[in-house]
């Protein structure tokens, strides 16, 4: 499975240069292969995270990742009842 993330990781240049928006999906895959089965590589990823937040939560949102939708949900739920709490 490394291999093969490896490999879409590496391709997804060669498939972005053709019309279409195949790279990003290629790409795609492929660090989503590399996050599921490298303990090094989810390291890399949550520094990659800390220094440009902004850029992870787009990375989270494009991934489908399910620590992004669940943190997506506890934020909706703080600022719904942020305004009870101070309109009292």
Known sequence: MLALGLLLLILAPIVG??????????????????????????RRYVRFKRRWPRHGAWADWGLRRKSAKRRAQREKAVAEARPAIEGD
């Open 17 to 42: 240069a053709l019309p279409g928006p195949g790279g990003v999906f290629v790409f795609a895959a492929g660090l989503t292969l590399l996050l599921r089965n490298s303990a090094w590589v989810r």
